[in-house]
């Protein structure tokens, strides 16, 4: 019989700011373990946010107090590996942390157990640090390298504080063996597939929803449409890109900026397909989509290339483009036209119903029951801990 869970339990997030994507995650794991204690680098969600997380505040670091810090996290980072290892867990018997910049590094007792649940390995200091020193002078640019290679170092040397990993993607899953050497069970994050539902008439629009940051790739949908002048995109998202953007578009793009969550849902439910151009951990926007019964376009890198099912599957989902460039977005809304009979709302429904916050959940429950009770048979000498474990399916 396995043990049952400890009544201590520790859940460590990055930062509480807003509500997106890694939040929704850290909401789920709170639901799975809801006698456990929050901790966070800073907690400046406002209260409207806060509800997914069933009212919960974080006990935060020497962070919290700093001036400016909720709008100009990277000027903080710097002091992010010291400040999480600053956090006080001794007495806790299971810390998870849920992490994609530097909460997997919270320092823990040698009785307990640490499991990570990592969206991203830290990206500005692997494999998107060009990215992030793209437009930075010389004298910048030598310091921010200096730092990136310091938080590389950190962040490897971390790692070894976890005894399981699980990735949010097969993708982030490799990731995290090239920067840790280590292994990771595959969890994929839980998608609202009760809110994003079928519903409405279809339109002859296309749409896209995103942060507007440059690796999103917007440009390349706009760009794609303006070769296309008799078909219409719809993109939704606030960012520093907006108003160059909006600057770039023709007449037939129109950009939306911020919109409520329902105006976002009946976009989805009426578009003809829904576009996505970024190399993304997981992706949760083209899933979405799919809840609504919508097709999607994707790049075929990242998260996406797991989520989206091609022309090639029995039942497709979508139509994949396989470089980020504007001509390979419009030959995939040419092929999307051509071959749309093939792609049903059922089989984008059931795709994303595979995705639930339900799945999620039962699977992250497996998953740390199965660790705890390695790892107290561990503890008590009677075996080492599993570090590798297969991936849950999805």
Same mark, same amino acid.
């Given at each position: 019989?396995?043990?049952?869970?400890?009544?201590?339990?520790?859940?460590?997030?990055?930062?509480?700011?807003?509500?997106?994507?890694?939040?929704?995650?850290?909401?789920?794991?709170?639901?799975?373990?809801?006698?456990?204690?929050?901790?966070?680098?800073?907690?400046?969600?406002?209260?409207q946010a806060r509800a997914p997380l069933g009212g919960r505040t974080a006990r935060t670091t020497f962070l919290q107090g700093m001036p400016?810090?909720?709008?100009?996290?990277?000027?903080?980072?710097?002091?992010?590996?010291?400040?999480?290892?600053?956090?006080?867990?001794?007495?806790?018997?299971?810390?998870?942390?849920?992490?994609?910049?530097?909460?997997?590094?919270?320092?823990?007792?040698?009785?307990?157990?640490?499991?990570?649940?990592?969206?991203?390995?830290?990206?500005?200091?692997?494999?998107?640090?060009?990215?992030?020193?793209?437009?930075?002078?010389?004298?910048?640019?030598?310091?921010?390298?200096?730092?990136?290679?310091?938080?590389?170092?950190?962040?490897?040397?971390?790692?070894?504080?976890?005894?399981?990993?699980?990735?949010?993607?097969?993708?982030?899953?490799?990731?995290?063996?090239?920067?840790?050497?280590?292994?990771?069970?595959?969890?994929?994050?839980?998608?609202?597939?009760?809110?994003?539902?079928?519903?409405?008439?279809?339109?002859?629009?296309?749409?896209t929803v995103s942060r507007l940051w440059p690796y999103k790739r917007a440009d390349l949908l706009i760009d794609a449409f303006a070769a296309?002048?008799?078909?219409?995109?719809?993109?939704?998202?606030?960012?520093p890109e907006l108003r160059r953007l909006r600057a770039r578009a023709g007449a037939n793009v129109e950009l939306l900026g911020y919109q409520?969550?329902?105006?976002?849902?009946?976009?989805?439910?009426?578009?003809?397909?829904?576009?996505?151009?970024?190399?993304?951990?997981?992706?949760?926007?083209?899933?979405?989509?799919?809840?609504?019964?919508?097709?999607?376009?994707?790049?075929?890198?990242?998260?996406?290339?797991?989520?989206?099912?091609?022309?090639?599957? =029995? #039942?497709?989902?979508?139509?994949?483009? +396989?470089?980020? *460039? %504007?001509?390979?977005?419009? !030959?995939? @809304?040419?092929? $999307?036209?051509?071959?749309?009979?093939?792609?049903? =709302? #059922?089989?984008?429904?059931?795709?994303? +119903?595979?995705? *639930? %916050?339900?799945?999620?959940? !039962?699977? @992250?429950?497996? $998953?740390?029951?199965?660790?705890?009770?390695?790892?107290?048979?561990?503890?008590?000498?009677?075996?080492?801990?599993?570090?590798?474990?297969?991936?849950?399916?999805?």
């Amino acid at each position: 019989m396995s043990p049952a869970l400890p009544a201590r339990i520790a859940v460590v997030h990055d930062w509480l700011v807003d509500f997106s994507g890694a939040e929704r995650v850290l909401a789920e794991i709170l639901r799975c373990f809801p006698q456990a204690d929050l901790f966070a680098l800073l907690d400046r969600m406002p209260a409207q946010a806060r509800a997914p997380l069933g009212g919960r505040t974080a006990r935060t670091t020497f962070l919290q107090g700093m001036p400016g810090v909720a709008g100009g996290l990277r000027y903080y980072l710097p002091l992010m590996p010291l400040a999480i290892e600053q956090l006080d867990v001794t007495g806790y018997d299971l810390v998870i942390s849920n992490s994609h910049a530097v909460a997997k590094g919270v320092i823990v007792s040698p009785d307990a157990l640490h499991l990570s649940y990592v969206c991203s390995p830290m990206r500005y200091a692997w494999d998107q640090q060009f990215a992030y020193l793209d437009g930075t002078g010389r004298p910048q640019g030598v310091l921010l390298r200096w730092l990136l290679h310091r938080l590389r170092m950190w962040d490897h040397r971390s790692a070894a504080g976890v005894d399981s990993f699980v990735a949010d993607s097969g993708f982030v899953a490799r990731r995290i063996l090239k920067a840790y050497r280590r292994e990771a069970a595959v969890i994929y994050p839980p998608v609202d597939v009760d809110f994003y539902t079928p519903g409405g008439i279809r339109e002859d629009t296309y749409v896209t929803v995103s942060r507007l940051w440059p690796y999103k790739r917007a440009d390349l949908l706009i760009d794609a449409f303006a070769a296309m002048p008799k078909r219409r995109l719809v993109v939704i998202g606030e960012g520093p890109e907006l108003r160059r953007l909006r600057a770039r578009a023709g007449a037939n793009v129109e950009l939306l900026g911020y919109q409520p969550a329902a105006a976002v849902l009946g976009h989805l439910q009426r578009a003809r397909a829904f576009l996505f151009a970024a190399i993304e951990d997981f992706g949760i926007a083209p899933v979405e989509a799919m809840a609504c019964g919508t097709p999607v376009i994707a790049l075929r890198k990242g998260g996406a290339a797991e989520t989206v099912l091609g022309l090639e599957s =029995e #039942a497709p989902t979508g139509v994949f483009f +396989e470089e980020q *460039s %504007a001509a390979a977005v419009a !030959a995939a @809304v040419q092929r $999307f036209e051509d071959e749309r009979a093939r792609i049903t =709302e #059922a089989a984008c429904r059931q795709r994303a +119903e595979q995705f *639930s %916050a339900q799945r999620f959940r !039962a699977e @992250v429950s497996a $998953f740390v029951a199965a660790r705890y009770a390695e790892w107290v048979k561990f503890r008590d000498g009677a075996r080492s801990p599993g570090d590798r474990a297969p991936s849950p399916k999805a």
